[in-house]
């Protein structure tokens, strides 16, 4: 997986919705049955307008702490039919219990130990981080309640900014909240 590197040396960036009940319990945060129809490529052509198809890239754990059953993680990648290797990748991951939930923190939160400190960003989920990292890429992470969504656009020629990313987080958010479930 060709973002897979870029995910890793720009760090993770994500989103989490996890709503609680009034008596402590947690409600698992539903996945959605397609993660790519979560952005539209009119959505995604606001920041490259040659994107190709998005391509699911299966689920499983981004962090090795993350495969003890207590959250889920999903990936789409999508790419530019004209400069390879530029790209946009979604990581969306939501929690299924309390320790899923504070999984998804320590994934949050370990985003300051990147390459680059975060501008937070306001106004987007119940908090959000955007980076600028000198390895050719900037990403957006969200969370909110039990889901936690990053946005990676990579090796772009000109930097994409946070006002551009942040549209598009919002509408994976809200994505996760109307979708068909898996």
Same mark, same amino acid.
């Given at each position: 997986m060709r973002l897979a590197g870029a995910r890793a040396a720009a760090v993770f960036v994500g989103v989490a919705l996890l709503p609680?009940?009034?008596?402590?319990?947690v409600i698992p945060a539903a996945a959605p049955a397609d993660v790519c129809s979560l952005l539209t490529r009119a959505d995604l052509q606001t920041i490259l307008p040659t994107v190709r198809v998005g391509t699911e890239?299966?689920?499983?754990?981004?962090?090795?702490?993350m495969d003890g059953g207590d959250a889920w993680s999903l990936e789409?990648?999508?790419?530019?039919?004209?400069? $390879?290797?530029?790209g946009i990748g979604l990581y969306v991951q939501g929690a299924l219990t309390r320790q899923g939930n504070a999984d998804l923190d320590v994934a949050f939160d370990s985003i300051g130990g990147?390459?680059?400190?975060?501008?937070?960003?306001?106004?987007?989920?119940?908090?959000?981080?955007?980076?600028? $990292?000198?390895?050719?890429?900037?990403?957006?992470?969200?969370?909110?309640g039990g889901y936690y969504v990053e946005l990676l656009a990579f090796e772009f020629?000109?930097?994409?900014?946070?006002?551009?990313?942040?549209?598009?987080?919002?509408?994976?958010?809200?994505?996760?909240?109307r979708r068909p479930t898996r």
């Open positions: 609680a009940c009034g008596s402590g319990e890239l299966g689920t499983g754990p981004f962090y090795p702490y789409c990648d999508w790419d530019d039919s004209v400069s $390879n290797p530029t990147g390459p680059t400190q975060g501008t937070v960003v306001s106004g987007l989920g119940d908090e959000a981080l955007y980076f600028d $990292n000198s390895m050719g890429s900037q990403f957006l992470e969200a969370r909110s020629a000109t930097p994409v900014t946070e006002a551009q990313l942040q549209p598009l987080v919002l509408e994976a958010i809200v994505g996760l909240e």
